[in-house]
């Protein structure tokens, strides 16, 4: 049986951390480990699993500043506890075996549940993650970061090192929504968060984010409340993450990503449904099945994404320049 929150938080934070393997493809180094607290006699040691991100091991940026992707994973965690609605795992800041990072309750996904399918058809369970995606500016919702429990009963959301950006940039899959009025429940999410953003929900995150973040997460949750409705994609920052969709083989020992396909796309700025068709990832085969439960994706061509654009900035300034960087 798994633990309860308590005990769960508790483990975490007092635990002995072992790393158990690297997850193949993250791009931060996420580790998974098991995290262990000896009780005393009779009783018997907690243990649970988690991942484990060290802030030494994260990838430079250029639109986030460097060592800051862990204390946003924390910080989406905090705010997931103020709307209430359960979203992201037990989520903590400590020491661990290589430096300050992120340690995060390991969520075993129901492989029974088709995330895709319920992304295109624009599932009611994912209304509450679209609407926390608003608050926290996530710019980087894909499918692969959604993990349904318990036959589908509930989603939680994971790899939030890319939010709370002072500037728009909502980049998600889950735009099935834009422009509706928010139900009462959602309203009352953000309400709790307004609230709490007035308290101790502004003190914590003012001690793991930038001043002028926290501002702008008061203005978006002000904005969200005042029109009461989903927020459009912004005209000036790309609507959806690619690749959008990775799912393991489950037919495949080795767990590598695979095509989508039969599926379709609403492109959220034209309203034009477009065929996802043959879109294929690649990734490397992971001998410790477990350790595939959220792999990435490198797609044969990206366009678009930071790496074309990092590669774009460099053949204009060495054009400008007459040299190469």
């Known amino acids: 049986m798994a633990p309860d929150r308590a005990t769960t938080l508790g483990v975490m934070r007092e635990g002995d951390i072992e790393v158990l393997g690297r997850i193949i493809g993250s791009s931060n180094n996420a580790l998974f480990v098991r995290v262990t607290r000896v009780c005393e006699e009779p009783l018997a040691p907690e ?13 430079p940026l250029d639109d986030f500043p460097d060592g800051t992707l862990t204390r946003r994973e924390v910080a989406a ?11 992201v795992p037990p989520t903590l800041l400590r020491d661990g075996p290589f430096g300050e990072g992120m340690l995060q309750a390991f969520v075993e996904p129901d492989e029974s549940v088709d995330v895709v399918a319920m992304v295109v058809g624009d599932d009611p369970r994912l209304r509450r993650m679209a609407t926390f995606d608003a608050v926290v500016n996530n710019t980087d919702r894909k499918g692969g970061h959604l993990l349904p429990v318990d036959g589908g009963r509930h989603v939680h959301g994971v790899d939030h090192g890319v939010t709370f950006s002072a500037v728009p940039k ?4 889950l735009w099935g929504w834009r422009g509706e009025p928010f139900e009462t429940d959602e309203l009352a999410g953000l309400e709790r968060v307004r609230v709490a953003l ?3 929900l502004g003190s914590t995150l003012r001690g793991l984010l930038r001043p002028v973040e926290v ?5 978006r949750v002000d904005a969200l409340l005042a029109t009461g409705r989903f ?6 920052w790309p609507a959806v993450p690619w690749p959008p969709f990775c799912q393991p083989d489950r037919a495949d020992a080795s767990r590598r990503c695979t095509s989508v396909t039969n599926a379709s796309w609403i492109d959220p700025h034209t309203d034009i ?5 043959e879109r294929s990832c690649t990734a490397v085969p992971n ?27 460099g053949a204009q300034t060495a054009r400008q320049t007459g040299g190469s960087r």
């Open 77 to 87: 965690w905090h705010v997931s506890e103020a709307i209430g609605w359960d979203i």
């Open 198 to 200: 007035a308290s101790d």
């Open 47 to 59: 243990t649970l699993d988690a991942v484990y991100k060290p802030t030494i091991g994260e990838r």
């Open 273 to 277: 449904r477009v065929d996802l068709g």
């Open 287 to 313: 001998v410790h099945l477990r350790l595939a439960r959220r792999p990435r994706c490198a797609a044969a061509e990206v366009r678009g994404g930071r790496g074309a654009r990092r590669a774009r900035r």
């Open 170 to 173: 909502l980049r998600t899959v």
């Open 231 to 236: 927020p459009f994609p912004s005209p000036t």
């Open 215 to 219: 501002k702008a997460t008061i203005r």
